[in-house]
């Protein structure tokens, strides 16, 4: 998010980011995720490609993710786990709600029918953004950006979600870069217990966990007064890990 961005900047820090495949400007179908492997591994030969220039090389690193984007950072951690310096995670998809959970055999049948029609887009995704964003204008910015895609899920793309999700729930053990987790606490979309559990599960020494009572999953939406708490926390919590080397 812009704002967010903005913010860190004025903080000091670098930004840097990218549009993944199918999503923003990218190049690829709208929303249509044919690997996740394939994400993660842009996001970490670019990021990988600004901290190894000259001028990057003795800063600080840290990964910055929102929802999927917390699932792709975690990734990107353990594909290299000793190359990052920590991450910040706002509401990270990494537990499936139980009553989103489907069966094994179901998921046996989503795999057969991705081999023969991946990008077929029957898997409904309900406009939730009133559950999940509470600023009026943040939302109609959502509304009218010709570039978020709001169609039905390919079945390639909802599998593909749903395996990167059962993968880090089954292997929050091998998390072990300092992290921060936020989350509001009536998220409806991505299910605290999925924080709760990566803060317990996780082999990091260094791990936070705020959960926030009363906010939704949109953190950067809240009104004004708890936006500022959020961002005096993540800025408190980098400022702690960044010492006075600066960083990426």
Known sequence: MADTAARLVHAGYAVHGIDQEGHGKSSGSKGYISSFSDIVKDCSDYFKSVCEKPENKTKKRFLYGFSMGGTVALQVH??????????????????????????PVVVSALKMICAVVPSWRVIPAPDQLDKVCKDPQFKK????????????????????????????????????????????????????????????????????????????????????ADVERIFTDVISWLEERAASAGCI
């Open 78 to 103: 353990r594909k290299d786990s000793m190359y990052w310096d920590g991450a910040v995670l706002l509401a990270p998809m990494v537990k499936l709600g139980d009553g989103m959970r489907p069966h």
């Open 141 to 224: 910015e959502i509304r009218s950006n010709p570039y978020m895609y709001k169609g039905n899920l390919a079945l390639q793309t909802g599998h593909e979600l749903l395996a990167v999700s059962l993968d880090i729930e089954k292997n929050m053990h091998e998390v072990t870069l300092p992290f921060l987790v936020l989350q509001g606490e009536d998220d409806v979309v991505a299910d605290p217990e999925g924080s709760r559990l990566l803060h317990e599960r996780a082999s990091s020494r260094d791990k936070t966990l705020k959960l926030y009572p009363g906010m939704w999953h949109v953190l950067m939406a809240e009104p004004p």
